[in-house]
């Protein structure tokens, strides 16, 4: 009886589905459900938890720190869309030439950073970028004269540090998917375009980025997400999650200080639906701006 | 374009080579500089582990190449020395292929369930797949964290399994790539009387073969490079992962960077092993997860 | 066919290591166990576990419990060591604790972290009566910074006396002598010099640490934070003490450092290639330098640290780690009386000078001359002079800042922002101090 109800045709792809089902309820809707509830809580472990409204919420307006914070996720987003998506794709354009030399050599190549761990790939970054006259960059700088620089302890020098750690690890990346982008364009549209004598600029501008629209979107939205949720790579480069004035701390960075560090869980809990908020909202004005939900597309 | 060029241009033929061969020059020279400057960090880990780590501590990460300061200490270390190194790394091993499997067969069930049925409450569902794409992971750490804690999970693999085991981007591949396989398989399936579940298993896996490889990578090396929630989960270092014991060795209460310079660049080298041996699977499979245009 | 016995393989040996997996979950809980120390514990044996973020602390307690087993065949231990890193520890102790599941019987908190664990109704056991018989013997100010209420919840490891790190070598080739570094105008004048000869920095201006801006307060008689506990960090000592520091800068007396410390491994660095003469730490810096920089021994000299004025007092303690027995200790009286054993009884104090290299917190070792001046002792032979004499010359001098519930967030602030805008970009003391004060209290809302 048991059985045939469950080999029906009916009942079959709820079986099928069952596992995301399970998973979706426990591990996503549960969690998000209680991270709502708690971010109009105030909660100390252990003892009775009081119900605040939106003062957590409040207070993350008046807090410099968290806005600190938002600023450094999303500048480092901003800076993240602006190197990784141009320059992996001219990447793309030149490798995909048919008078490159090695190409399969150089992609592998470019693209072996992702391999390593952010662990690894921090910390080598982050003696490479030591502030001590014989480390890496320094000893670089040193060969045009440039006096050594505290790379970790400013600013703009310690988002170089970070944007460097994260081409590196993502430029060959983003290079593939632009290449897998480029292998779906007909070759006879450039022939076409050769014989009616359009320049190599031309037929990058009104060939290949239209139609690697796409691809730009998919990379877009990735980015968008990975930028605003960074947080290994800061802890990594400045090994903890205190970096001078701060100029390291992103969202999820703050976020894991109150509530990990802390324990104050429901003022992280109201970190985290901010950035909920933020990550889709910018989603879906990406999404809208770049036409995925007109049906012509 | 290479005949039209013949046709139309015969006489410009020599200056036309001529500067193709020039072209070719260019573009290598400008990808071998990109390329020399993405693996000076390779080469100054790889050179580093040759060093003791008070040298490293003094005159930080450069490109000395100095022998008389060069070892191969920090590798008898590493082999011999009394650490929980190769625990660690066999822990990732364990886990990465685990993770790796049940993910797919679990992700690619889910997506057989969508790509080959009309049920209801279908496409609610997978408009939750799509949205749980979006939903940063980070802001659920903390009811996670207690979710596990309560369930009496923590330090536990599971722990760290379970939450991803339907991932939403392989089912979401998976069934793009389903939808390319015709019904009339299935169809022809019951018709032959097996039933709904022996329909997947014994016809529908075996096609979906080629795309394993390319989601066992991309969710491989996720798995492999793992860091913030098993760091959270695990507290026993008999079962920490290589990320999580690499980073415990960053600590001021004790000369671990012998170890963590050799550990890292050792880390490195299976998986280099690994890419060399199936660069186009890994390559393929970077990429599997593009939208197609 | 091969492949499929291969998946089938796969599959198995998965579904087994999950299993065991969850099978030690439940036995070992939320923690973990690294090894089991059994120091000659019969079958009787009563184990009890212990967290620490310091691998050495374990090293010691393995000691003492050999000692202790044979001492005691009735009430006999094994005891369960886990280390884990330094946040880490913090933030699964912290939770443990609050949620009365998972935690260990026994556990090393750090000073920084203290106040943390003694909000609300501290899950701690009160540890008075084991620290009594002991009482007379010990800095009282070491006991007190783990208390609440009169209540004493940690027993402290060393007293932390701040004392001055000279680099000798340098010293002498500039033609300055240390012994005669008694203010900070002395050090001024003497840093000068040896800018001016060597090139090198006298000192360093932290900024990712408050050591200095706790020896300049205990100067002045001041705190980091009022009688009822309330953050003041905008005082007029403050200023002063800073602007003090700032002047040395200016004057290129001291420069900031690679790491923002002298306890950070780029300083280590700094310190051992001769690039900075001198280092203003407590005591246990002592073992940072037969550590990580082997190159100096022999070379470093230790010496009282300057003062603003003549007469006032010399040291404050600083840093330190309190061991505390845990709310759900299995067996708590034991718990405690081998806890007071290992860490306030003569022979523990004289092995935590032997292989830690702290300032022991029975005072009485300081007096001990056989184990103070033991010629074998790696810490005797690294430095030039004997850090007891030094120890015994200030002993009635050792200040100490007070630990209340604002002192994390204090520390915070000024280590991560405050410190930072002043010696590294130059903004004017009093702001960054009135931004600093504003933050804090923000913070602590």
């Known amino acids: 009886m048991i059985k045939r109800f469950l080999y029906s045709q009916k009942v079959a792809p709820y079986v099928f589905v069952l596992p995301f089902i399970l998973v979706f309820l426990i591990f996503w809707v549960y969690p998000l459900g209680s991270s709502v509830t708690m971010s109009f809580q105030k909660i100390t472990l252990g003892q009775e938890t009081e119900w605040i409204g939106l003062d957590n919420y409040t207070k993350l307006l008046g807090d410099k720190i968290f806005l600190k914070s938002v600023m450094n996720s999303a500048v480092y987003m901003l800076c993240t869309l602006l190197i990784l998506i141009p320059l992996p794709m001219l990447l793309a354009v030149l490798i995909n030439n048919k008078f490159m030399w090695g190409r399969e050599f150089f992609k592998s190549s470019l693209f072996f950073p992702a391999l390593t761990s952010v662990v690894v790939a921090g910390t080598v970054f982050r003696l490479m970028f030591g502030e001590m006259d014989g480390s890496l960059i320094n000893s670089f700088l040193g060969w045009f004269g440039i006096e050594p620089v505290k790379f970790l302890k400013g600013q703009v020098t310690g988002f170089i540090a970070l944007l460097a750690l994260a081409t590196w690890r993502w430029l060959g990346v983003n290079m593939l998917y632009f290449l897998s982008g480029l292998k779906s364009i007909p070759d006879d549209y450039y022939e076409a375009a050769s014989i009616d004598g359009a320049s190599a600029w031309q037929k990058f501008r009104m060939i290949t980025m239209p139609l690697l629209k796409p691809t730009t979107i998919y990379v877009l939205t990735i980015s968008i997400y990975a930028g605003l949720a960074m947080f290994i790579e800061s802890l990594m480069l400045w090994n903890g999650n205190n970096s001078p004035k701060n100029i390291g701390l992103t969202i999820v960075g703050y976020l894991y200080r109150q509530g990990i560090e802390k324990s104050n869980l429901g003022y992280a809990a109201a970190v985290g639906i901010v950035l909920l908020v933020l990550a889709m909202t910018i989603n879906m004005i990406q999404l809208a701006f770049s036409g995925l939900f007109k049906k012509e597309d | 374009m290479k005949r039209e060029a013949a046709l139309n241009l015969k006489e410009s033929t020599a200056t036309r080579s001529k500067k193709e061969i020039s072209l070719k020059i260019l573009l290598f020279v400008l990808f071998a500089i990109l390329c020399g400057i993405i693996l000076i960090p390779f080469y100054a880990i790889a050179l580093a582990s040759f060093k003791p780590g008070e040298e490293l501590i003094r005159y930080g990460l450069n490109l000395k190449f100095d022998l008389s300061v060069m070892s191969l200490d920090n590798y008898t270390y590493l082999f011999t020395g009394q650490h929980a190194y190769f625990t660690w790394f066999f822990n990732s091993l364990l886990l990465t292929v685990v993770q790796v499997a049940l993910t797919l067969l679990v992700s690619a069930t889910v997506a057989y369930g969508f790509s080959a049925y009309e049920f209801k409450g279908k496409n609610f569902l997978f408009i939750c797949v799509l949205l749980i794409m979006m939903v940063p992971f980070e802001i659920l750490l903390l009811p996670l964290y207690t979710l596990i804690f309560n369930l009496g999970m923590m330090n536990t693999y599971s722990a760290i399994v379970l939450p991803g085991i339907a991932s939403a981007a392989t089912i979401f591949f998976f069934r793009q790539y389903l939808s390319g396989i015709p019904k009339e398989i299935i169809a022809a399936g019951r018709v032959d009387g097996a039933s709904e579940y022996g329909i997947y298993l014994r016809l529908i896996l075996p096609i979906m073969k080629p795309s394993f490889a390319a989601m066992a990578i991309l969710n491989g090396m996720n798995s492999w490079n793992n860091f913030l929630w098993p760091f959270m989960v695990l507290s026993d270092e008999r079962k920490y992962t290589l990320p999580i014991g690499l980073k415990t060795l960053l600590t001021p209460y004790g000369n671990n960077y012998d170890l963590l310079i050799v550990g890292s660049f050792f880390s490195i080298i299976p998986i280099f092993i690994l890419f060399v041996a199936f660069q186009k699977y890994f390559i393929d499979g970077m990429t599997a997860g593009a939208v197609k245009g | ?445």
Request: glycine share 8%; charged share 25%; with cysteine.
């Open chain 3, 1 to 445: 066919m091969k492949k499929k016995g291969i998946v089938s393989l796969m599959l198995l040996s998965l579904l087994l290591s999950l299993l065991t997996a969850c099978g030690n979950s439940s036995s070992t809980n939320a923690s973990g166990e690294q090894s089991v120390i059994d120091a000659g514990a019969g079958e009787g044996a009563t184990e009890l576990s212990y967290w620490t973020f310091v691998e050495l602390h374990g090293k010691h307690f393995e000691k003492m419990l050999e000692k202790w087993n044979a001492e005691n065949p009735d009430r006999q231990i094994k005891l369960n060591v886990t280390v884990m890193p330094y946040d880490d520890m913090h933030n699964k102790l912290s939770i443990a604790l609050q949620t009365g599941t998972g935690a260990p019987d026994i556990a090393d908190i750090e000073l920084g972290k203290f106040p943390d664990f003694l909000k609300g109704t501290p899950q701690l056991e009160p540890l008075n009566d084991v620290i009594d018989p002991y009482r007379d013997t010990i800095v009282k100010s070491r006991i007190d910074i783990y208390s609440k209420d009169g209540q004493n919840y940690g027993i402290p490891t060393h007293v932390g006396a701040s004392v001055a790190f000279y680099n000798t070598e340098i010293l002498e080739e500039a033609g300055v002598d240390y012994t005669k570094i008694e203010t900070w105008d002395d050090f001024k004048k003497a840093g000068e010099q040896v800018y001016e000869k060597t090139g090198k920095y006298m000192g360093t201006a932290d900024t990712s640490a408050a050591w200095q801006e706790s020896m300049m307060l205990a100067q002045q008689g001041s705190d980091f934070t009022d009688a009822d506990g309330n953050p003041q960090v905008n005082t007029p000592e403050m200023v002063k003490g800073l602007q003090i520091l700032k002047d040395l800068q200016d004057a290129n007396v001291i420069s900031t450092i690679a790491g923002g410390q002298p306890d950070t491994e780029e300083a280590y660095g700094e310190y051992n290639s001769g690039n900075y003469a001198t280092a203003f730490m407590p005591l246990w810096m002592m073992s940072r330098f037969t550590n990580y920089m082997p190159d100096l021994a022999g070379k470093i000299a230790i010496a009282p640290i300057p003062v603003i004025e003549k007469g006032m007092p010399r040291s404050v303690g600083g840093g330190g780690t309190g061991t505390v027995v845990t709310k759900t200790a299995k067996d708590v009286q034991l718990a405690k009386d081998f806890l007071a054993y290992a860490k306030l009884s003569e022979e523990a104090n004289v092995e935590i000078w032997n292989t830690l290299g702290f300032d022991p917190v029975n005072m009485k070792v300081w007096d001990m001359k056989d184990v103070t001046h033991n010629p074998e002792n790696e810490f005797v032979k690294y430095f030039k002079n004997n850090p007891f004499d030094v120890l015994n010359e200030i002993r009635d001098e050792i200040k100490y800042v007070k630990s209340v519930p604002a002192s994390p967030t204090i520390n915070n602030v000024f280590c991560t922002v405050t410190l930072n805008e002043i010696f590294e970009d130059g903004r004017d003391i009093k702001e960054a101090l009135d931004d600093a004060q504003a933050q804090i209290e923000q913070e602590l809302q």
